[in-house]
């Protein structure tokens, strides 16, 4: 007996190894999808982040100083920032997919109009820092910087009743990518100022929007049904159906840095933000369910153990080994076939093919279909529980945990009248008196 332990030792330890390698083979290829859904960003764009409309002015100052008895000229330059009072941006977006062999991400077109005010520009006033210096400032700049600029396929401005040419790049620090238009002369600083922005943006995977405006609304909507709400402010208003979803967001400037961030030309922290999830990236459930491997053999060894006790039966190691290689081979099955069909159907070819070998080679293994048959059932529930696991990614513990304690307490009932010492062939120990 003590010899077959040590064997069914060693089976479970190359079983441990074979589970390794087929976890290696899922990590392998969820590193093959992210080189492909990079692939994919680098020759359309990736994720994009709209920061604007926005208002900027480059401004120099210039004055003399002594220094050491000698008049030295300095000089100073900066931007005057003038962010929207009000910024509204109605968007929708429609998704495809784009693929690098088997493997696939979702790329968004974006067509948004996005609408500006300012109550007036008396933010642009320059302020001189050093007596009797020279102040000289450019035209003021209208800007609106995008993370990826490969992404933009139309722009079109209009400020007030006039349409202005766009061109490319901002000038403005650490946001040099996007549009921009000089404000055409006879501009009024004390004047409210009003600007259209319309935009068609294509990008992959998640849209994040820079809260600039001093109250700012904004309206999404998306044929995408697998949406991820997230940065730093979530829509007060949602809806989402299989056809897609509605969400809209309001955010004060009192509850946000963003103004202040851009002005100091920093990154700025706070945006809203959708992540269009991928639901077919099927290799996170492999590698979960992977990560169960173990335990499902380990449950199995315990079921073959319980009917070689209590049947008195006798299996080999080998069959030990060819019972647990059948467990293992599900994960690898499960991996191959979900990247050609969806993951539900992939697990149920792979469970179904695992449950019925399984029951065939017990039938015969335990010298009976009576008893091969409640095995392959109690298989059949392991991987039926272990879909449940998967699908209840929040309470997965809970489940687990849940689960565990009812195989253990079903454990000890069946076994509860065993005479272990008699079946290890140990003599009893003789309970010794108190002291």
């Given amino acids: 007996m003590k010899a077959k332990l040590i064997s069914i030792a060693l089976v479970l330890v190359l079983l441990v190894a074979a589970l ?32 604007g409309p926005l208002i900027h002015m480059a401004c120099v100052e210039e004055w003399d100083s002594m220094v050491d008895k000698q008049l030295r000229a300095d000089r100073r330059e900066f931007h005057l920032v003038a962010a929207p009072t ?43 820092q050093h007596a009797n210096s020279r102040m000289s400032c450019g035209q003021p700049l209208l800007m609106m910087a995008v993370s990826d ?66 109250d700012t609304q904004i309206k999404l909507s998306s044929n995408w049904p697998h949406p991820s709400f997230g940065g730093q402010f979530l829509p007060v208003e949602r809806k989402i159906t299989d056809q897609g979803f509605d969400a809209s967001w309001r955010v004060s400037a009192l509850a946000s840095t ?8 920093k990154d700025v922290a706070e945006a809203v933000a959708v992540t269009f999830v991928d639901p077919g990236n099927t290799y996170a459930l492999s590698d979960r369910a992977t990560k169960y491997g173990l335990l499902f053999i380990g449950l199995t060894f315990l079921a073959v153990g319980l009917f070689e006790f209590m049947k008195s039966l006798r299996v080999h190691p080998i069959q ?97 009248r065993i005479d272990w010492y008699a079946r290890f062939g140990q003599a009893r120990p003789v309970d010794g008196g108190a002291n």
């Avoid at 609408?115 to 642009?124: F, G, H, I, R, V």
């Avoid at 068609?200 to 600039?212: A, D, N, Y």
């Avoid at 963003?258 to 030309?265: I, Y």
């Fill in 320 to 416: 030990y080994l060819l019972v647990g290689a059948a467990m293992s081979m599900f994960f690898l099955l499960l991996v191959s076939l979900s990247e050609h069909m969806p993951f539900g159907m992939a697990y149920a070819i792979s469970a179904a093919a695992c449950v019925l070998l399984l029951t065939y080679y017990a039938s015969h293994m335990l010298h009976s279909w009576a008893r091969g048959v409640p095995f392959g059932i109690g298989i059949g529930a392991l991987y039926g529980m272990l879909f449940v696991l998967l699908q209840m990614e929040q309470t997965a513990l809970v489940m687990g945990a849940v689960g565990l304690f009812l195989v253990l307490a079903a454990v000890m009932l069946m076994t509860r």
């Fill in 258 to 265: 963003a103004q202040q961030d851009v002005a100091r030309s």
């Fill in 149 to 214: 600029a490969r992404g933009i396929r139309h722009a079109g401005l209009r400020l007030g009743e006039q349409p202005l040419s766009l061109k490319p790049g901002t000038f403005y620090g650490r946001y040099p990518r996007g549009v921009h238009a000089p404000l055409p002369s006879g501009w009024s600083r004390s004047a409210p100022l009003e600007a259209q922005l319309d935009l068609e943006l294509v990008g992959t995977e998640q849209l994040s929007i820079v809260p600039l405006g001093g």
């Fill in 20 to 51: 390794m390698q087929i976890s290696g083979v899922v990590h392998d290829r969820q590193t093959y999808r992210k080189v492909a859904i990079e692939s994919v960003a680098n020759s359309l764009a990736g994720a994009q982040t709209l920061t």
């Fill in 86 to 128: 009000t910024l509204s941006i109605q968007g929708s977006s429609q998704l495809e997919p784009r693929a690098r062999g088997l493997h696939a991400t979702q790329a968004f077109n974006l067509k948004a109009r996005l609408k500006a005010q300012w109550t007036d520009l008396e933010s642009l006033r320059p302020v001189a």
